[in-house]
């Protein structure tokens, strides 16, 4: 709707952006090649941050920046997940039908690793989101999958990726085992004003129409109201084209980031 009024060629603020074209962040540049280096020496790696913050743009940019001849990706999600389910939902990716009990499983990935590993001479990449939903025995496991050694190296890269409380949970004494393993740690951060402008602007490019739709005011409203976390920034600035749209005014300034933010988004709106 909003789009031909400002004519755009893209909806700017929508989830399914190519990775290529996505903001990058310093942070989640530096993260991208703190992963890149996981993946090329098989290491353990944590990535958390609040919700909405981009853990998901991150994962997409980095499988996105790895070719394909050298990687294979293997990706779970699943609050639910058991340590059987999990060797299951591995093999199964790799086109495995995956042995009844756990240790025969683990043991069935295990060669299949090293038979990839050995003749196809890729390295595996294991993605577990919403890691911070994971029970303690699936968590556990992992301590056990990576003490299989390959030539000195984990059989596999594994990244967990999960919103803040899962670094909470891992500094619990009971995870210290798993703790000690990670090589990696990557923190994504809200964005800082700086960032904030920046991000809308990349969005507002991909969508190809005028980038200077938002005032400074307006900026610094919307900055403050999405405390810089980017699914917030999303959900502001598209209701704000709406409601501009509808005004049929080509600029939008601070009152009407404010008559959004207390009109149009639940609890005053960028929390949510």
């Not at 699936?138 to 190296?153: A, G, H, K, P, V």
Request: charged content about 30%; proline content about 3%; overall charge neutral.
């Amino acid at each position: 709707m909003y789009e031909a009024f400002f004519e755009m060629d893209h909806t700017p603020f929508t989830r399914d952006i190519p990775p290529g074209l996505l903001y990058e962040s310093p942070y989640v540049a530096d993260a991208i090649g703190r992963l890149a280096y996981a993946a090329d020496r098989q290491l353990f790696a944590v990535v958390t941050a609040d919700a909405g913050c981009g853990k998901s743009t991150l994962i997409r940019k980095f499988v996105g920046s790895l070719p394909k001849d050298r990687y294979i990706f293997l990706y779970l999600s699943d609050s639910k997940l058991t340590p059987r389910w999990f060797y299951k939902g591995l093999l199964d990716q790799l086109g495995m039908e995956s042995r009844f009990y756990r240790g025969d499983a683990k043991r069935q990935l295990q060669d299949q690793i090293e038979i990839i590993r050995g003749v196809q001479h890729k390295k595996v990449i294991c993605i577990l989101d919403e890691a911070h939903l994971l029970e303690k025995e699936t968590i556990e496991e992992f301590r056990f999958l990576l003490n299989y050694r390959f030539d000195s190296m984990s059989p596999m890269a594994l990244v967990l990726v999960g919103q803040t409380e899962l670094w909470d949970k891992l500094k619990l004494q009971r995870y210290a085992a798993v703790r000690q393993r990670i090589d990696i740690n990557c923190v994504l951060p809200h964005l800082d004003r700086s960032e904030t402008e920046q991000y809308i602007q990349s969005h507002l490019k991909y969508a190809g129409g005028r980038q200077d739709l938002f005032t400074e005011k307006a900026l610094d409203d919307i900055y403050r109201e999405s405390a810089g976390i980017p699914r917030s920034i999303n959900r502001i600035s598209e209701k704000c084209l709406m409601y501009a749209f509808q005004q049929n005014k080509r600029l939008i300034d601070e009152h009407m980031v404010r008559y959004v933010v207390d009109h149009e988004m639940l609890k005053g709106g960028a929390d949510s």
